[in-house]
């Protein structure tokens, strides 16, 4: 054999053997670190005393993030937190990584002395799109936040209301009756559905929107629409909701196959949680769910509900329990983010 040929035998010998080294290495990092169920909550007693806390619902462990700082959701992937100032003002926003570890300033609005900061949310991974108001012009603003670059840059006259899921687009709204959907390169698609007195509630894909159509005193219909950027297409109503309806807020699972809705039995006088099956308007789960609050997250499995206030709903069985007194947490608090998150 030709000393040539000697050396491309040990090369590509060499070659193979790294490549299964690499992806022995990712699988088994992989198989390591599995994604996590990780519930966000803030004890909430004034601006000064906030604290912000993870819990692995899988295991009970839990730590603290964000200390001294209100914290939003994380971000579309799961890669990172957003948090802010409350007091005093101006108002910052801060970024972390999911697990609450290096943490850092990215915007400060003593920077902006003209803007004052009315409102946020992340529009993708590397982009928090937020509402201000000019002091100077007296008017509202969309602005873009690159959380990497900390650009601050002014996209349009008006304010966003909900954003996409998929961040491609917004719901922009620029005064009475106005509204529009609008995406970075400055799009718009006209609406005229009445986002004031009606509720739109995108999937978590971003590709759909439920909400309740032909509302009546003691009954109303669920539909469905396609939206994106070019329109809302194929509105169609999936299900007649024969009970009365107790907010219009409508709840997503994470998977995207169930839509979630309060509903009250004057007979009974019980407030239910009533999953609702995409695909046929089924009745997927119909639980008696007392609570009182009209924020309410799906697990990352789709088990289980839980509002605001820390009640919690498990699907399967009907059972009723309290997030917060299964931990012993004693102080004031809230649910703010229920999500599968891949930690290093």
């Known amino acids: 054999m030709s000393s040539r040929n000697r050396i491309v035998i040990i090369a590509v010998t060499a070659f193979v053997v790294l490549a299964i080294g690499v992806a022995a290495y990712l699988f088994f990092r992989q198989s390591g670190n599995p994604p996590r169920s990780l519930l966000l909550y803030t004890n909430y007693q004034s601006p000064e005393t906030i604290t912000n806390w993870i819990v692995n619902t899988d295991t009970g462990e839990k730590w603290e993030v964000g200390k001294g700082l209100a914290v939003w959701h994380w971000s579309p992937s799961g890669k990172s937190l957003v948090f802010h100032t409350l007091s005093p003002l101006p108002r910052q926003i801060w970024i972390s990584n999911n697990d609450g570890s290096n943490l850092h300033l990215v915007l400060d609005s003593k920077d902006y002395s003209d803007l004052e900061i009315k409102g946020f949310d992340w529009l993708t991974d590397k982009e928090i799109i937020v509402n201000v108001v000019s002091k100077a012009e007296n008017?509202?603003?969309?602005?873009?936040?690159?959380?990497?670059?900390?650009?601050?840059?002014?996209?349009?006259?008006?304010?966003?209301?909900?954003?996409?899921?998929?961040?491609?687009?917004?719901?922009?709204?620029?005064?009475?009756?106005?509204?529009?959907?609008?995406?970075?390169?400055?799009?718009?698609?006209?609406?005229?559905?009445?986002?004031?007195?009606?509720?739109?509630?995108?999937?978590?894909?971003?590709?759909?929107?439920?909400?309740?159509?032909?509302?009546k005193e003691s009954s109303s219909s669920l539909c469905l629409a396609d939206v994106g950027i070019s329109g809302v297409k194929n509105e169609h109503k999936i299900v007649d909701v024969e009970t009365r309806v107790v907010t219009l807020d409508i709840w997503w699972s994470q998977d995207g196959k169930y839509i979630g809705i309060q509903t009250y039995n004057r007979n009974t006088n019980e407030i239910r949680f009533r999953a609702i099956d995409v695909s046929d308007g089924s009745i997927a789960y119909d639980w008696i769910f007392p609570t009182q609050d009209t924020i309410n997250f799906w697990s990352p499995r789709g088990d289980k509900i839980i509002d605001w206030g820390g009640l919690l709903l498990d699907l399967k069985t009907g059972q009723v329990s309290n997030f917060f007194a299964s931990i012993d947490e004693t102080v004031p608090s809230y649910v703010v983010d229920w999500r599968m998150i891949e930690v290093p």
Do not use: I
């Open 139 to 215: 008017s509202g603003f969309v602005y873009l936040l690159n959380v990497d670059t900390r650009s601050f840059e002014r996209l349009n006259v008006g304010n966003f209301m909900r954003v996409s899921p998929n961040g491609k687009f917004w719901v922009q709204w620029t005064n009475q009756d106005n509204y529009h959907l609008m995406d970075l390169s400055k799009n718009l698609s006209p609406l005229t559905l009445d986002l004031v007195s009606e509720l739109y509630f995108f999937s978590p894909d971003g590709n759909q929107w439920a909400y309740f159509c032909d509302r």
